[in-house]
């Protein structure tokens, strides 16, 4: 059970708005609609950003969104400010009834 | 509010098991369509979630590292644990407990409890 597919690094300027990619296959992010999204600050736990690839919790921001196309989901972060500086994961519920985590994605905002 | 916190030594010994246990307050364990997870991660390291279970004490796990692991919960005393053997310095982790559904995400998590396989 491979982890699911992110690009290590992704970086953006304050005000511009940024991807993250989450590749898996149509055993998991293909087949079903049941990925989510989570921000890591260094020594926290990680926090839910988005839930059912495009659902946002009570509490979070709407600068954060998120979609799918196929066997890939996309975290858009939109208005980009400091402190969503961070580490992203995705996360896919599988076929095999069990739950994959993504790589990560570091976030840099220059 | 629901909250979740881990317990458990934070030091153990090559081969032997590790065991954590997380305390559920705030809500009911028993909640349908809820599954109580553990998910770890390794220093500098991604997350790779362990395995889960249902409050029927049905339980899933990570192909990985189905071998090594067991997941219990007990409904009357809320809280639920994860039992890892065999444990190796590979298995040096922050590990968090967490609350997740098929589709719901993760939430909410614990605040995480490092171990460390070491002599």
């Known amino acids: 059970q491979s982890a699911l597919t992110q690009p290590a690094s992704v970086s953006g300027s304050p005000g511009q708005s940024i991807t993250i990619s989450c590749t898996g296959t149509?055993?998991?992010?293909?087949?079903?609609?049941?990925v989510s999204w989570y921000q890591q600050h260094p020594g926290k736990a990680p926090k839910l950003l988005i839930y059912?690839?495009?659902n946002r919790p009570s509490g979070v921001s709407n600068r954060f969104s998120g979609s799918q196309s196929g066997n890939t989901a996309f975290l858009i972060i939109s208005g980009l400010q400091a402190e969503d500086e961070a580490v992203y994961y995705c996360?896919?519920?599988?076929?095999?009834?069990?739950?994959?985590f993504g790589g990560g994605t570091r976030l840099t905002v220059l | 509010q629901l909250q979740l916190q881990e317990s458990g030594p934070g030091l153990v010994k090559p081969s032997e098991t590790l065991s954590l246990t997380c305390i559920v307050s705030?809500?009911?364990?028993?909640?349908?369509?809820?599954?109580w997870g553990w998910v770890r991660q390794p220093p500098g390291k991604g997350l790779e979630w362990i395995g889960c279970?249902?409050?029927?004490?049905?339980?899933y796990y990570n192909p990985s590292l189905k071998s090594r692991v067991t997941i219990s919960v007990a409904t009357s005393k809320s809280h639920f644990s994860l039992k890892l053997n065999s444990v190796t310095a590979a298995d040096t982790a922050v590990y968090y407990c967490?609350?997740?559904?098929?589709?719901?995400?993760?939430?909410?998590w614990g605040q995480g409890t490092l171990v460390t396989v070491s002599s």
């Open positions: 967490a609350r997740h559904g098929v589709s719901w995400g993760f939430d909410p």
């Open positions: 705030g809500g009911s364990i028993s909640g349908i369509n809820y599954y």
């Open positions: 279970i249902y409050f029927t004490g049905t339980t």
């Open positions: 149509s055993s998991d992010v293909g087949g079903y609609n049941y």
């Open positions: 059912e690839v495009s």
């Open positions: 996360n896919s519920y599988t076929s095999s009834t069990t739950w994959l």
